[in-house]
């Protein structure tokens, strides 16, 4: 096995050891694509303590049930604390009957959900991984999305929250990588909330349970465990629909959302080590409705945009951030708008690393743009 992993290495071309599937008893890849860069802690919210994201996601959740006692969070196996132990410790707290398993069955759980919140009950539902989410389409595009419309607003289930991990993993494959956002993004009457780090999460997942709307909050999974820093103890609140400015640039505006934020973060910092050039970055945070003043200033002043995200290319939301800013600053525009992207294809397992818009393809993207 030895001898032929020699000769493998032999026959690739330089640089490229490492990056296909490790043969058994050969070196793992496990470099991530992203280097994770916590945010100052905060000071306005009180004491703060040293979380990852699942514990921060923990944290929301536990205050939601202490605050409100018709909260319920339920889904697969949230009742022993989760696959990746988002609910740990909340059953024995609050009870079975606030915090429980359901059956498989996706389109059960957002039903179940919808028909706690119409009651006026505050339901946290949790789809085990947001690639399952589809059996459950139906019921949050044609029921929850518009059931306070076609009533007339006489009844609505605005008190709904669907949870979801979400996003690339490094070896999540097909059924367990995916980015549905853009899938959701098309239906009025929902929100749809990703976060970049565990202080962004607790604010953020707090506001769409507390928001008067079903919102979608998806958690990109492998920053439950990458993603450390100091979030506050009690509840706090990020408004949904706000885009956050991470740093202030003349030149460019980039643009993301979830594990993508730290990607172009680092491509912010190479193109202004390298090229001189001044990138301002922006999370979007909410996916719908978006912030799209936010967006449209920065590249009123900017002249360029680049907006990167993980799910394929056609369709995917970068196309209707650029379609607007497109309408709203056309003679703003230096350079045609750079969407860096997952490709038209299945998420792939051992070619991960090949489908992933990582720093390089968004700083080729970025050069082309200046020079152009």
Known sequence: MAAAGR???AALPAGLWGRVAPLPGAPRRAAAHFAFQPDPAPSEYGQTQKMNLFQSITSALDNALAKDPTA?????DVAFGGVFRCTVGLRDKYGKDRVFNTPLCEQGIVGFGIGIAVTGATAIAEIQFADYIFPAFDQIVNEAAKYRYRSGDLFNCGNLTIRAPWGCVG????????????????????????????????????????????????????LYRAAVEQVPVEPYNIPLSQAEVLQTGSDVTMVAWGTQVHVIKEVAAMAQEKLGVSCEVIDLRTILPWDTETVCKSVAKTGRLLISHE??????????????VQEECFLNLEAPIARVCG??????????????????????????????
């Open 311 to 324: 799910a394929p290319l056609t369709g995917g939301f970068a196309s209707e951030i650029s379609s607007t």
């Open 343 to 372: 490709y038209d294809t299945p998420f792939p397992h051992i070619f991960e690393p090949f489908y992933i818009p990582d720093k390089w393809k968004c700083y080729d993207a970025l050069r082309k743009m200046i020079n152009y």
């Open 72 to 76: 319920v969070v339920f889904g697969e």
């Open 7 to 9: 000769a493998l290495r």
């Open 171 to 222: 070896h999540g494959a097909l059924y367990h990588s995916q980015s549905p956002e853009a899938f959701f993004a098309h239906c009025p009457g929902i929100k749809v909330v990703i976060p970049r780090s565990p202080l962004q999460a607790k604010g953020l997942l707090l506001s769409c349970i507390e928001d008067k709307n079903p919102c979608i909050f998806f958690e990109p999974k492998i």
